[in-house]
């Protein structure tokens, strides 16, 4: 079965310029989280959706975030304009349906360094 | 808000050594989880528990979900090499959309 798949698996880019992320979640799963990974604040949650609807967004740092899911196999997140301090590793994860003590499975990241 | 105090934060082992590492929280969860990290790649799950007291086995890994429902404990017995990496705990709340809050992390080295 096919995991969480996550693209690219790395980005280097110049600040100021637009990036995107993407997430395909596994199949059947209605739910997709967002998250953002460093050493110092560890796996922060960012954004989540429940069947495509986004249910908190509450942890996305600033206007420069935003995050889409137009159909329950694909979902991006971008920063626009990015900074340096937005270095990171971005992981997605889907599970089955929201909350309820469901597992969320994670892809393996797209680790971004802006310069 | 929630708050997951993950302890040790590296350990440095001998290979066939036990590990035990573990999670408190200032607030209950009605769910505990621990994932593995290795480098370069995502958390993966090792071990879910959904009841207070709950112990469970995943072959060498064995996971406590804790009576007061604020801590777990995940032990490694008889370690090997490919052990290394980083193991993270995860709380969650079964309330309707919950998300997970997870620890810093325990960063595990293992000595052949």
């Known amino acids: 079965d096919a995991g969480v798949i996550q693209s690219p698996r790395h980005e280097v880019t110049e600040m100021g310029q637009e990036v995107t992320l993407r997430c395909k979640p596994i199949?059947?799963?209605?739910?997709l989280f967002w998250y953002r990974q460093t050493m110092m604040r560890g796996l922060e949650l960012l954004i989540y959706?429940?069947?495509?609807?986004?249910?908190?967004d509450s942890g996305m740092p600033e206007d420069r975030f935003s995050a889409k899911m137009p159909n329950a196999s694909f979902s991006t997140l971008k920063i626009q304009p990015s900074e340096p301090r937005d270095s990171a590793v971005y992981f997605c994860?889907?599970?089955?349906?929201?909350?309820?003590?469901?597992?969320?499975?994670f892809g393996d990241g797209t680790r971004l360094s802006i310069l | 808000g929630q708050q997951l105090n993950q302890s040790p934060q590296s350990m440095f082992i001998q290979e066939g050594e036990d590990v035990s590492m573990n999670c408190t929280s200032s607030?209950?969860?009605?769910?505990w989880l621990w994932y593995k990290q290795d480098p370069g790649e995502g958390p993966v799950l090792l071990i879910a528990?959904?009841?207070?007291?709950e112990l469970t086995s995943n072959g060498r890994l064995t996971a406590q979900f804790g009576i007061t429902r604020k801590d777990s404990f995940l032990n490694i017995s008889a370690s090997i090499p490919s052990d290394v990496g980083i193991y993270f705990c995860?709380?969650?709340?079964?309330?309707?959309?919950?998300?997970?809050?997870f620890g810093k992390g325990t960063m595990l080295l293992v000595s052949p």
């Open positions: 994860a889907s599970s089955p349906r929201g909350g309820a003590g469901q597992p969320q499975h």
């Open positions: 199949s059947g799963h209605n739910s």
């Open positions: 959706f429940n069947n495509n609807v986004p249910i908190d």
């Open positions: 607030s209950i969860f009605n769910t």
């Open positions: 528990l959904y009841k207070a007291g």
């Open positions: 995860a709380g969650q709340l079964n309330s309707g959309y919950s998300t997970l809050t």
